[in-house]
């Protein structure tokens, strides 16, 4: 198969390919579903330009909603009066001040670019699970001391 | 019909409004998510949004839906304690619940809400990540003003309800509004509609404003509300100003509601905040009447008027406060330099409604058991205040009325068998300057230590204290105390071997039982003695001590001791070979026990039961038994009562003949005993591993002995308890993806061209569709047969036929 590329990010100088471009926002359209995104949802879109911002729009298309982007440089105020205004249930971010800013918004999930791409990082088991629960009881203190 | 799934939520106060979309959406990704944490601030509606998750979703999970409400717990290293409270996980030694809860959980399909848990999100996350990386089928559900930060959390942020506009008047803010203020008595509200709308515009849509504002209705028209309300956002006294606007708002209405309260209710309400959860009014009355401002007999009345005000909670005739009204109430508390003073009073009250509570139940040596029981349930209900006037008994460095507070707690907690907690107490107690304490309350003190010690098989330290205990409180008059006391050494000392020193303090307590009549101290003295003969092979004297102990329980109709005096009765008749008596002594115990609720002594019971059953060859009777055993114990988390069961199980196994399971199970019971600690393999076991590999060979008995290490009890259990069923039931599941996928025709062919590596684009070309269409149809491919990716699905159309033909 030739490797069709459909972006070149300009910043990094990676390119995406048509292939995986189709295979990310396949991805990613499940994700969102899984999220409760359904046809005609409004989704917020707040991502640099660049690849990520191209496969969550695609996504988005894929899961029959609508993106409605908001651009990333924008003050506290603009994001929030932006985000409010969408009335959006989801928002696909990784920017910080997004992120604040939809605090006071209607927005229920945010989801980063790397949930929006299927990782879902999961601990098969973490060292304090496996050994026994010698739980200070209440704080308690040393028997020797009384 | 699926049984129904057991749970604990509570009935809903009052009608649940709006939200509808997303209670179907979140009852979906509480299956789909291993935790689920609604977000946001205190009165946006975390908590009862929750709940009708939970008990929505409920269906689809098997093992229950368990709320447990952390709101009230201040110590981290407690929230295990509540979770295992719920789950009825008890304590297999003090310290251990932790394991014993992962017993539980490690099979279970179960849905945990944890409720509040802002105050103690480094601890919540670290539980919650380990369980869930332990027991596959659990999930959680959180609601906390802050995420916890776990990995795989998915945090929904819930938000206020929607507000009106020009083309929604009816929006969810307004309904509940105007749902409560009709509830609250108010005739016009629904004639004001345009200030019913400012209202919940100027409220912000937050579900708790919106109901205090509506519990007012009845005296205030929504505009003035509106007004009043609106006023206050400018004149916010109290909170931080650079908080978010939600906050803001909802602070300014919990302060107008506040503000409008008569002088004597507002001081009823911060002092409420003392308590720690639920309460009655017969303890608000000691703990918040002074007889200066507010007196008892009003107290009914202004509890009341906070009821009506939405302030109070009034469920089953009790009372709480919400929990964000609780913090505002607190911080109103410790302005009006009240706290410390309170929070004695709470500790004095709490101590002696305790102690009224033991003495009721307990000290009558002759009293029926149906008198008794209410005394006990009482006694177990202040459990959350217990603890929180024990924190400030260790805080005010006051051991004298948290030591009587634990010492009341222990005896009726005791009957449950759950001394876990009242261990700690006692340890952090007896860890404070001791001199002003009486020495007989230090004395008792240090004999319960004891006995939580010598649960946990600390014997040495357990000995030491026990030994302190005794001898101090033999310098004052007899109490029922000094007799418990007798008998935590009575147990230390057989354990350890020293029966001679057993037998001096037994003698003593026989004694001082006998002079001061008092019969429950007596029947254990009969119960040690019988042991002692048992242990000696004195059959005859055993049984004849055990029927002393009988009487003697019979008569001071304690039931906690009429079923120690049963069971061991049992074990000397197992012992003598009269299997039918044992069977009688055991199944009259097991109601009296399922009665007290101890269910830790139940499943020993039944595991009694069950391995006198087979070895009368009555295999159904125990496999019943059996199986029942082993639920309880993986249910209360007690690992020492699977591997009794598993031990039954062999000994079942083996009477059948059914060699194979034999060792299945003792191999089994031996890997969870070294799990535990206990090394080394008994002689039943080794007797029965020299039998099997003379039937079966050694090359077979070592591969089942590895094959039954490696299994989960459950496992073990279908095997044994089930042996049409060798191999798991169902068999291996169909792998995803037949011809009944359920993929449509258009999907079907979209697949079969993946299958030649095309794009979106290309097949769009080819099918005559826009390159978005197509990805909505990979993405539906990919959902309904739970692929992760479109070469999946090229590799699931090629194995099934699907060939893309290129024209």
Same mark, same amino acid.
């Given at each position: 198969m030739d490797e069709h590329i459909v972006m070149v990010d300009a910043g990094t100088g990676l390119e995406l390919t048509e292939k995986q471009l189709d295979e990310r926002s396949a991805i990613a359209t499940v994700q969102l579903r899984r999220r409760g995104v359904r046809a005609g949802d409004t989704v917020l879109v707040c991502l640099p330009v660049g690849p990520d911002l191209l496969v969550a729009a695609d996504a988005v298309m894929a899961a029959g909603g609508v993106v409605w982007p908001v651009p990333v440089d924008l003050d506290r105020a603009g994001l929030g009066e932006r985000i409010r205004a969408s009335g959006a249930r989801v928002m696909i971010s990784d920017v910080p001040a997004a992120l604040e800013a939809a605090e006071e918004s209607r927005v229920r999930i945010v989801m980063s670019v790397a949930e929006l791409n299927g990782r879902h990082p999961y601990p098969n088991s973490r060292g304090q699970s496996t050994e026994s629960d010698r739980v200070d009881p209440a704080g308690g203190g040393d028997l020797a001391e009384m | 019909m699926t049984p129904p799934v057991p749970h604990n939520l509570p009935a809903e106060p009052n009608r649940f409004v709006g939200r509808g979309r997303d209670l179907i959406e979140l009852s979906t990704l509480v299956h789909d998510e291993r935790v689920v944490t609604l977000s946001g601030i205190g009165g946006i509606g975390k908590t009862r949004l929750s709940l009708r998750v939970a008990a929505r979703a409920a269906p689809g999970f098997a093992d229950g839906v368990w709320l447990v409400e952390l709101a009230r717990v201040a110590d981290p290293a407690l929230i295990v304690n509540e979770i295992a409270g719920v789950l009825g996980v008890r304590d297999e030694a003090p310290g251990r619940l932790l394991d014993g809860l992962r017993v539980r959980l490690r099979e279970a399909r179960a849905l945990i809400v944890l409720d509040n848990c802002e105050h103690l999100v480094d601890r919540c996350a670290e539980l919650v990540a380990g369980l869930i990386a332990d027991c596959p089928e659990l999930r959680f559900l959180l609601t906390s003003r802050e995420p916890l930060h776990i990995p795989g959390e998915l945090v929904w942020r819930v938000p206020p309800l929607e507000l009106p506009d020009d083309h929604h008047p009816d929006a969810e803010s307004v309904l509940l509004f105007v749902e409560r203020a009709l509830a609250a008595?108010?005739?016009?509200?629904?004639?004001s509609m345009d200030d019913v709308v400012r209202l919940c515009r100027a409220l912000d849509g937050l579900p708790l404003a919106l109901e205090l504002a509506a519990a007012r209705t009845s005296l205030m028209s929504p505009g003035r509300i509106a007004d009043r309300i609106g006023d206050r956002f400018t004149l916010l006294t109290r909170g931080d100003r650079t908080a978010p606007a939600r906050q803001r708002t909802l602070l300014a209405t919990v302060e107008w509601s506040h503000d409008l309260l008569r002088p004597k209710e507002r001081v009823l309400l911060r002092r409420l905040s003392v308590f720690a959860g639920l309460f009655d009014l017969a303890v608000a009355e000691r703990v918040c009447a002074d007889g200066g401002i507010v007196r008892r007999a009003e107290l009914l009345d202004l509890l009341s008027g906070l009821v009506d005000k939405s302030l109070v909670l009034h469920h089953d005739g009790r009372y709480r406060l919400l929990e964000t009204i609780r913090q505002y109430a607190a911080e109103r508390l410790a302005e009006a330099g009240e706290l410390t003073r309170l929070r004695d009073r709470h500790l004095r009250v709490i101590c002696e409604e305790m102690e009224f509570c033991y003495q009721a139940g307990a000290l009558d040596p002759r009293m029926p058991w149906p008198a008794r029981v209410p005394h006990f349930a009482r006694g177990r209900a202040l459990m959350d205040d217990c603890r929180a006037a024990v924190e400030r008994a260790v805080e005010s460095a006051d051991p004298v009325l948290g030591l009587r507070l634990a010492r009341a707690a222990l005896a009726i907690l005791a009957v449950r068998g759950e001394l876990g907690e009242t261990v700690g107490w006692h340890r952090r107690l007896l860890a404070l300057d001791l001199s002003r304490v009486p020495s007989d309350v230090v004395a008792v003190a240090k004999g319960g230590l004891a006995y939580g010690l010598e649960i946990c098989d600390e014997l040495a330290r357990a000995e030491e204290l026990v030994v302190q205990g005794v001898e101090e409180q033999k310098r004052h008059p007899y109490t029922h105390w000094l007799g418990v006391t007798y008998s935590v050494a009575l147990a230390v000392f057989f354990r350890t071997g020293q029966s001679e020193k057993a037998l001096r303090y037994l003698e003593e307590l026989e004694a001082a039982a006998t002079a001061h009549d008092d019969p429950f101290n007596l029947a254990t003295v009969r119960i040690a003695q019988l042991n002692l003969a048992l242990f000696r092979g004195q059959l005859r004297q055993a049984r004849r001590r055990g029927e002393e102990a009988l009487a003697l329980a019979r008569e001071a109709g304690h039931h906690w001791t009429l079923a120690r005096a049963l069971t061991h009765l049992g074990a000397v008749a197992e012992a003598a070979g009269d299997l039918e008596a044992a069977v009688t002594c055991h199944t009259s115990a097991l109601p009296l026990l399922e009665d007290m609720g101890n269910r830790v002594e139940l499943a020993r019971c039944q595991a009694k039961l069950g391995r006198v059953s087979a070895r009368m060859h009555d295999y159904p009777a125990a496999r019943l038994h059996l199986a029942a055993s082993l639920a309880l114990s993986t249910r209360t988390g007690q690992r020492r009562g699977v591997v009794r069961a598993l031990m039954a199980m062999s000994a079942l196994a083996g009477e059948q003949g059914d060699l194979e399971g034999a060792v299945l199970a003792a191999a089994a019971a031996t890997a969870l005993r070294e799990a535990i600690g206990q090394y080394g393999v008994p002689g039943p076991v080794q007797e029965l591993l020299t039998r099997a590999r003379g039937g079966l060979g050694e090359g077979r008995v070592s591969l089942l002995w590895a094959k039954g290490a490696r299994q989960s009890p459950e496992e073990v259990a279908r095997r044994v308890l089930d042996p *049409?069923?060798?191999? !798991?039931? *169902?068999?291996?599941? !169909?792998?995803?993806?037949?011809?009944?996928?359920?993929?449509t025709g258009r999907e079907l062919e979209i697949a079969a061209l993946l299958t030649g590596g095309l794009s979106n684009r290309a097949i769009a070309l080819k099918l005559v569709i826009s390159p978005a269409t197509v990805a909505r149809h990979v993405a539906n491919i990919m959902e309904k047969l739970g692929f992760a990716s479109r070469a999946q699905i090229a590799v699931w159309a090629t194995e099934h036929g699907l060939e893309s033909h290129p024209t």
């Open positions: - | 008595g108010a005739r016009s509200v629904t004639g *049409g069923q060798a191999v !798991p039931a *169902g068999g291996p599941r !169909p792998v995803n993806g037949s011809w009944q996928s359920g993929l």
